[in-house]
């Protein structure tokens, strides 16, 4: 008598514990997809975004390594070639008559030269890529920094936001892009990259220009830019979260 | 041993747990499932563990993959180090939410959504990663006030002298009565203590230093840690050591009066059976 009660006691539980996982695990799918919950998951982007940026200052650098530690295999991740026959042409020719366009909300829109690029004040960064997926690599980044840029085309007081916009399509409609405000804009660290570990920007890894934006995470560091966008805000592109990953769920401040 | 004399001769209800005790214990216990799935959504995305700065592909030291084998159908095979298993079905390769055989880490039964999906398992990390922060440091702020700590968790002399008794208790099964049983044995205490106090602080520190910004904010985070990818590490193996203290915490309320147990975490009331001498274990 008393053991089969025991028995039955634990297999209650032991069921119990399954028909209980398996509900919680089937809510957890269904909360995942509900759009009042999703907007409750998101509200911790900004006190992630406000507790990190309490903490970091503008000086605050991304670690800067070796040489040696630059990593033999680099992985290219997202696109890693462009379809677009302009592009393919430009590529073929070393991109020579490749113009980068600097515009919006600017006192003075521009359109930039690969030689143009390289000819203003750059930086030479040893630096960890961390990819959201989980992986990290090392390498040498040469390009021309963000701040001097800005300063040279104004930005007009009510600009909030670079947005980048790319040449490739991830996706079969949308181009890639990209933005970050004008607290990263600013860093030191943030370069308009057009050598890659010595070398010119390979087209897998973005060529002729990708950001690196050195405190957050990889998809942020867009490649194949060809327009600098200076904006109020971004609601009015793409799907208004900021970026292609963004309008896909992942985080604009990306700093985690 | 509780004085026999001292012992009540009737079952006798205590107030165990505090308020604050109870609600964090169960916020603490949401969190932590929640941080474990939506954690293997995550690790799903990348599955595969290295020491230092970055992740040399021939340097893993733990991976799960997907591979096809001589006579054309796949396997999951999981490598530790040199050692290679075959751990098809449940990770490397097993059966998504959909029915059809997926290349996945861990298996589907074991992420947060089911399916494949990073966006939103960063999502639930790192919303319930900021609850168990601020739960945690609720908790603290209230273990310090109120003396919790010093009173219910720190071990007394006596106790340490005697822990090899304790250990022989509880491979008896025999667990405390009587007087015994209003305060926490010896090896609990020093359970919840390396919890409390070392696997979930390093549980956080772990995790911001695989953040790019906290790397720049603090970067002696790196140098504690040896690296960004030995953090994703050491992460991966506190998050396992929790996840192995919540089994055998689980099992010891189930198999020492799981409702009594249970009750006491709900409503603070704990049932103190009378110190009779005898191995009434109740059924």
Known sequence: MGNRRTLTRRNFLIRGAAVGGAAFLGGCDQLSQSPSFRDLLYRAEGLTQRAQRLVLSQHSLAREFTEADISKHFKANGSTSVADPQYQRAAADGFTDWKLTIDGLVERPTALTLAELRALPSRTQITRHDCV???SAIGKWKGAQMAPLLQSVGLKPEARYLVFHCTDKLSMFTNYYESIDLIDAFHPQTILAYE???????????????LRVERQIGYKQAKYIERIEAVASFDAIGDGRGGFWEDRGYEWYAGI | MADVAAAPQHAQIVYRHSLMVRITHWVNALCLLVLLLSGLQIFNAHPALYLGSTSNPDRAILSMDAVQRDDGTFAGITTIGSHTFDTTGVFGLSYGPGGQLEDRGFPSWLTLPSYRDLATGRRWHFFFAWLLVLNGAAYLAYAAWSGHVRRDLAPTRSQLRNIGRSVWEHIRFHFPKGEDAKSYNVLQKLAYLAVIFGLLPLMVLTGLTMSPAMDAAFPFLLDIFGGRQSARTIHFLCASAITLFVVVHIFMVLVSGAWNN??????????????????????
């Open chain 2, 262 to 283: 249970i009750r006491s975490m709900v409503t603070g009331r704990y049932i103190i059976v009378p110190d009779t001498g005898e191995a009434a274990d109740g059924k």
């Open chain 1, 196 to 210: 890659m570990n010595d070398v010119p920007l390979t087209v897998p890894h973005g060529a002729p220009v990708r």
């Open chain 1, 133 to 135: 997926e989980g992986w």
